[in-house]
């Protein structure tokens, strides 16, 4: 049998035809001789009532007997509904029972709360918020590929496992098949990482960038998007343990160049998502961030404002806002500095750039001034920090020197640093954190909604 979903029925011209649903009960009613059936597959947000009563092969054994969560396959013909609010229903000609949820199934029609759902993230795919998220999340990938296919960019795969910390702030997972009871160890006691499985000790990534750039300094535009994994214990709306990251990466590109693609590269996804998610995107419009849209149009129609760092800083101290942390040069920007910036004071995305050299990663561009780099953030309202990159350094004396400075060993990064021996050119790139791209999209106030199963600190089930 030819597979057809909700959506598909749905989408049909007219009614008239036999139709097939197969999908889960968002609930069930039955009322004397007839029986009504909310069936949702996930393909759409909405759902498709199927009517059964006694005409309906089954409906003794199986349809009067139906509960919330069980998955049922039914045929019938489609017709126009009477109800409100939904084009077709279906008129079932036979129910049959897939698979019975007991009485316990724990969701029931009505609203639950976004901490209940998280304990059951194996079921909370089946609600309508969760699974908007998902289809947004969907969309937006496929909007991210299609956006780097057609600007020339080659897709490359980043190790998730390896000995180098790309940020240098010292954040990551340990690997190991070492026997952390009894380790091995060396003539002077310490645990041998020479016996462990890569034969030193290694890490799930903090960002594909390091090989990105190996990349851009071969094909000229490259991107990664994949998992990275950060052991910081921060419990916020916007920090995850494992999310995933978008990293182009770009040779003979200067910030300048990298701000204009990101703000091409927000304003495409963003219509992308809004052409091909109407509904879900309505959804949460209406029911979790009444600007979920006009806010994503803001990004599509105005041009990003771009603020240095050193003026962005003064901005907030001239402000008059009492701010719960200091601001002043040197210190990184807080998540009320970051959005009071991009939704009080401009009311549109911001572009910080030239950051303080003291509080960046050791790869970025030192700029002329010898306090600065040639980094940015891009800022957006709800989210604060929606991405940040920089210009890297391809100058192989200063590179050198600031990993030193840093405390970094040189010689962890020969082959990084052997990409400015061999053929160096200017180039740069950033990293976009998809979940709070998501985040942004639909609303969703806390960033452990908006991917299929949250990695915080103490929390790995499922
Ligand atoms: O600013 P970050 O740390 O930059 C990098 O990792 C660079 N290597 C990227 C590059 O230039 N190729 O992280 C980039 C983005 C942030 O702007 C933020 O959106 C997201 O990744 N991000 C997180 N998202 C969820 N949970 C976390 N713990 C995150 N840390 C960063
Ligand atoms: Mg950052």
Redo the contacts with the bound molecule.
């Keep these: 049998m030819a597979y057809e979903s909700i959506r598909g029925l749905l989408g049909r011209e007219a009614a008239g035809g036999s139709a097939v649903v197969r999908g889960w009960l968002r609930s069930a009613r039955h009322a004397k001789d007839v029986s009504f059936l909310d069936v949702s597959d996930g393909s759409c947000l909405s759902g498709i009532q199927v009517v059964a009563g006694p005409e309906t092969e089954g409906f003794e054994a199986v349809v009067r007997h139906l509960t919330t969560g069980s998955a049922i396959a039914a045929e019938g013909r489609l017709v126009d509904s009477p109800g409100k609010g939904q084009r077709f229903e279906v008129h079932a000609a036979k129910v049959e029972l897939v698979g019975a949820a007991g009485s316990d199934y724990p969701l029931q029609k009505k609203r639950h709360s976004f901490e209940f759902l998280r304990t059951i993230a194996h079921l909370r795919p089946r609600t309508n918020t969760i699974g908007a998220v998902f289809r947004i999340r969907n969309a937006a990938a496929m909007a991210i590929h299609a956006f780097f296919q057609q600007e020339g960019f080659f897709y490359l795969h980043s190790p998730i496992v390896t000995a180098s910390d790309?940020?240098g702030a010292g954040e990551m997972f340990r690997v190991t098949t070492l026997d952390l009871e009894s380790p091995p160890r060396t003539a002077e006691g310490r645990v041998d990482d020479a016996a462990d499985f890569f034969g030193r000790p290694s890490f799930l990534t903090?960002?594909g960038?390091l090989e990105?750039e190996i990349g851009a300094l071969a094909l000229s535009r490259v991107y990664t998007f994949g998992p990275t994994f950060?052991a910081?214990n921060?419990n916020t709306a916007?920090?995850?343990a494992e999310?995933w990251?978008v990293?182009p990466e770009v040779a003979f590109c200067d910030l300048d160049d990298l701000a204009a693609l990101a703000e091409r590269f927000l304003k495409f996804v963003f219509a992308e998502v809004l052409e091909r998610c109407p509904e879900d995107m309505a959804f949460f419009a209406e029911r979790i961030e009444p600007k979920a849209i006009e806010r994503m149009r803001t990004v599509i129609d105005q041009p990003f404002e771009r603020i240095a760092y050193r003026e962005a800083v003064e901005i907030l101290a001239r402000s008059g806002e009492s701010f719960e942390f200091p601001v002043g040069f040197g210190r990184d920007l807080q998540s009320e500095h970051e959005r009071w910036l991009t939704e009080t004071h401009v009311g549109r995305p911001v572009v910080v750039t030239d950051w303080p050299a003291s509080i960046k990663a050791f790869y970025m561009y030192r700029n002329d001034d010898a306090e600065t780099v040639a980094a940015m953030?891009v800022l957006v309202g709800g989210v604060g920090?929606?991405?940040?990159?920089?210009q890297r350094e391809h100058r192989l004396e200063k590179l050198e020197a600031t990993i030193r400075a840093q405390g970094l060993d040189p010689a962890d990064y020969w082959w990084y640093l052997d990409l400015r021996r061999y053929g160096s050119v200017p180039h740069a790139?950033?990293?976009?954190?998809f979940?709070?791209l998501v985040q942004f999209m639909t609303g969703m106030a806390n960033?452990r909604d908006v991917i299929p199963f949250a990695r915080v600190p103490g929390q790995a089930e499922f």
């Design positions: 790309a940020e903090v960002s960038q990105a950060r910081e921060s916007r920090h995850l999310f990251m990293e953030d920090e929606l991405i940040g990159g920089s790139g950033f990293g976009l954190g979940e709070r960033i």
